[in-house]
Structure formats: structure tokens, C-alpha cells
């Protein structure tokens, strides 16, 4: 059973930094993307920044210049800089994996909540 496991979110002052990680467990074949989304209160699910297997990144007019995204195998990473109190959200994990039957699918991970508040 493919599983996505989140780890790294927590209460910060603005202007401070979090790390964010995620792990895909299970068996699988292939992960063609990784990425983080988010969803605050009362706003629908957003992309912050995904990251195919041939190295192509995206990321969100309002995170550029401040999160960064990186990929290590099954993990990904969601490096999050100069945090604003809108950067307040669940964070999701996101991965569109193929089995060995070469399906595909997107799978999610429980979320991780971000505040950022003084």
C-alpha cells in the first residue's frame, strides 16, 4: 500500500523558516512528479511548487524567490523561507506514481499545518 508520509510543520514567527519533508513508502515503479500543496481556511487547494523526474520545477507567483523545492528519491522537500502570515495553510504532499502494472496515480499525503503568526 503506497503511503505519503509528512513531516515538518509547526507554529513560526514571520520572517522565519521551516522545512517541510515527505516520504513515499510502499511499493512502486516510478515517481514521474512530486510536489507540495495548500489549502487555508475557507480557500480551495492551491499549488505551491511540484517537481517532475526530469529535474522541472513550478512554483506559485507568491512563493517565488522563497521556497524551494528538492527531491531525493522516494523523499521531497519543501524549504520555506522569509514565511508570511498568508503562508499560513495545510500543506499537502502530492505524487503521481505508476505501479508495476504501470498504472498510474495521483496519491496524497494527511497534511502537515503551517501557521505563521507572532
Known amino acids: 500500500q503506497v503511503q505519503l508520509v509528512e513531516s515538518g510543520g509547526g507554529l513560526v514567527q514571520p520572517g522565519g523558516s521551516l522545512r517541510l519533508s515527505c516520504e513515499v513508502t510502499g511499493s512502486i515503479f516510478s515517481i514521474s512528479r512530486m510536489g507540495w500543496y495548500r489549502q487555508a481556511p475557507g480557500k480551495q487547494r492551491e499549488l505551491v511548487a511540484s517537481?517532475?523526474?526530469?529535474?522541472d520545477t513550478n512554483y506559485a507567483d507568491s512563493v517565488k524567490g522563497r521556497f524551494t523545492i528538492s527531491r531525493d528519491n522516494v523523499k521531497v522537500y519543501l524549504q520555506m523561507n522569509s514565511l508570511k502570515p498568508e503562508d499560513t495553510a495545510v500543506y499537502y504532499c502530492?505524487?503521481?506514481?505508476?505501479?508495476?502494472?504501470?498504472?498510474?496515480?495521483?496519491?496524497w499525503g494527511q497534511g502537515t499545518q503551517v501557521t505563521v503568526s507572532s
Open positions: 502530492n505524487a503521481l506514481i505508476a505501479d508495476y502494472g504501470m498504472k498510474t496515480d495521483d496519491y
Open positions: 517537481k517532475t523526474s526530469a529535474g
